[in-house]
């Protein structure tokens, strides 16, 4: 049977190429494009499933990656100051957490607990101070009492760290919704919220130094703050 002879131009050659061919060549390109489909398809749906992921997985990484940050911040003082109070992981990852919760429980800067913590105590839980301050964050019985009234907590323990954080930092918060700035903040804290600016003692203003020294290191390290 003669078949009848068609000539294309493919990559600049001449190809001879029967009726035949020609149906062949279709079902191919009709099978390519079918394939294409598909895998559009499929790249559609990895991509709602990466979005569905990103909604999720970035919390858990964002919370992780604090973590590790507050830990190495505290890590890096514990060895400058010589003595590590905070001597087991327990107590290492319960104060690390502390921090970041109430953090974000009573939007405070994690720099300004942390600062207030090295200066206050050198994150020593079982601190006391000649006027009875207690705990990581030296809270005075009057300022301890407060907080245990206000956030409704049962049997506040000045030595546990989540109970002295959370104390601290909700006194931190109080001090800020009063000042709107780090300075007076600091201040309110050693020398109580009715300090006179203008009357400010040795030992405040010596402490303010202090906390600006240790909050400017901290802030470097903190850098989503």
Same mark, same amino acid.
């Given at each position: 049977m003669k078949l009848r002879i068609l000539f294309m131009?493919?990559?600049?050659?001449?190809?001879?190429?029967t009726?035949?061919?020609?149906?062949?060549?279709?079902?191919?390109?009709?099978?390519?494009?079918?394939e294409n489909k598909q895998i559009s398809e499929q790249l559609n749906n990895y991509k709602n499933y990466i979005s569905y992921l990103d909604a999720y997985i970035?919390?858990?990484?964002?919370?992780?990656? =604090?973590?590790?940050? &507050? !830990?190495?911040?505290?890590?890096?003082? @514990? $060895?400058?100051?010589?003595?590590?109070?905070?001597?087991?992981?327990?107590?290492f990852n319960i104060y690390a957490n502390a921090v970041l919760d109430n953090s974000e429980k009573f939007d405070v800067p994690m720099y300004l607990i942390l600062s207030i913590t090295r200066q206050e105590s050198a994150y020593n839980k079982n601190?006391?101070?000649?006027?009875?301050?207690?705990?990581?964050?030296?809270?005075?019985?009057s300022t301890a009492s407060r907080c245990q =009234?206000?956030?409704? &907590? !049962?049997?506040?323990?000045?030595?546990? @760290? $989540?109970?002295?954080?959370?104390?601290?930092?909700?006194?931190?918060?109080?001090?800020k919704k009063q000042f709107n700035n780090d300075n007076d903040i600091i201040k309110g804290y050693n020398a109580g919220e009715n300090f006179d600016p203008n009357r400010l003692s040795a030992e405040t203003t010596n402490y303010l130094v202090k906390v600006n020294?240790?909050?400017?290191?901290f802030k470097q390290d903190i850098s989503w703050e």
């Open positions: 131009v493919i990559f600049g050659g001449v190809v001879p190429i009726y035949y061919k020609i149906e062949v060549l279709f079902e191919k390109l009709q099978q390519q494009q079918e970035p919390k858990t990484y964002t919370r992780t990656a =604090k973590l590790n940050t &507050i !830990k190495n911040i505290i890590k890096k003082n @514990i $060895k400058e100051i010589g003595t590590n109070y905070l001597d087991s992981d327990e107590d601190a006391i101070s000649e006027t009875g301050a207690s705990g990581l964050m030296q809270l005075v019985g =009234k206000i956030l409704k &907590i !049962k049997d506040y323990d000045p030595f546990d @760290i $989540k109970d002295n954080v959370r104390c601290g930092s909700w006194y931190l918060s109080f001090l020294e240790f909050k400017k290191k």
